[in-house]
């Protein structure tokens, strides 16, 4: 096979593989799950390349929710949907783009002095 063949048969695969590569919400986990358990979890479907459990700000608590990078995510997702993990069943869905918070605006003269009319 001419050079320049294979090096366009190796960006094709790097391309299909990236394409394969996602990142997904997964829901409803259990407080106490830890990442190393939810990646054990997924491998068996595909590389496992992160795992991610949120946690709350101020007490270091699981929001009972993560995401997960895999190869084969769509699978993962289709198989493991439902799934029971530390007795509770998973919801995965496709990860979103984070929105950005929107800016807190009053609708009222803010702040209130009642002694200038502003009522």
């Known amino acids: 096979m001419p050079q320049s063949l294979k090096h366009i048969n190796l960006i094709l695969k790097n391309r299909a593989m990236e394409e394969s590569v996602k990142t997904f919400y997964v829901g409803n986990l259990e407080w ?43 699978e993962a997702m289709k198989e493991m949907n439902g799934k029971e993990f530390r007795g509770r069943s998973l919801k995965l869905n496709e990860a979103r783009e984070k929105t950005p918070l929107r800016e807190f605006k009053p609708s009222f003269n803010y702040p209130r002095n009642p002694f200038n009319g502003n009522t």
């Open 32 to 74: 106490h799950a830890t990442p190393e358990e939810l990646k054990e979890f997924f491998m068996p479907l595909g590389t496992v390349q992160s795992v991610e459990i949120i946690k709350d700000r101020e007490t270091g608590k699981s929001k009972g929710f993560g995401f997960v990078t895999m190869d084969n995510a769509d």
